[in-house]
């Protein structure tokens, strides 16, 4: 099942593509890779989850922000390339979880951005290498932020 079928039958909803906020792109091609610049959970209405794990939001809050980052990239995919039927796999993702320092279950949140981008893309193409990483904070209080290399036809 392509990217885009497997979307409409998850019923998933992408936010508006996130522009950027700061001097940068939202991702970058060369050759058959794209690099997508760190995204945060920007939910449909254009605002973004925040909150710090271990603080004020707990490692379930975590997960579902993780997961609507993921939502994020899609739609920055999604915008850039005009199919997500173009993506051919992910690479490599780099997770990072804004918590306080006793905080440790750093994969587990992460892991809502990764198991969403296998529903889409299967398990096969969309499991790549993986860097998840605890942050003392992150902009705009935001509660992850993830960057990711796909390649792409």
Do not use: W
């Not at 579902?64 to 993921?70: E, L």
């Not at 993702?93 to 905080?103: I, K, R, Y």
């Not at 587990?108 to 951005?113: P, R």
């Amino acid at each position: 099942m392509s990217a885009e079928a497997k979307v409409a039958e998850l019923n998933l909803e992408l936010p508006p593509a996130p522009k950027p906020g700061g001097v940068y792109q939202p991702c970058v091609q060369t050759g058959n890779l794209l690099y997508v610049s760190g995204h945060g959970p920007v939910k449909t209405d254009g605002s973004m989850i925040t909150g710090r794990i271990g603080e004020e939001a707990d490692q379930q809050a975590g997960y579902d922000a993780a997961r609507q980052t993921g939502l994020a990239i899609l739609a920055t995919l999604k915008a850039n390339l005009g199919s997500l039927d173009r993506v051919k796999r992910v690479i490599k993702t780099l997770g990072m979880v804004n918590c306080t320092a006793d905080f440790k279950e750093h994969p587990a949140v992460i892991n809502g951005f990764s198991e969403l981008m296998g529903e889409v893309f299967g398990t096969d193409a969309g499991i790549g290498a993986r860097s998840a990483v605890g942050m003392g904070s992150l902009p705009g209080n935001i509660t992850t932020e993830v960057e990711v290399i796909f390649e792409i036809e």
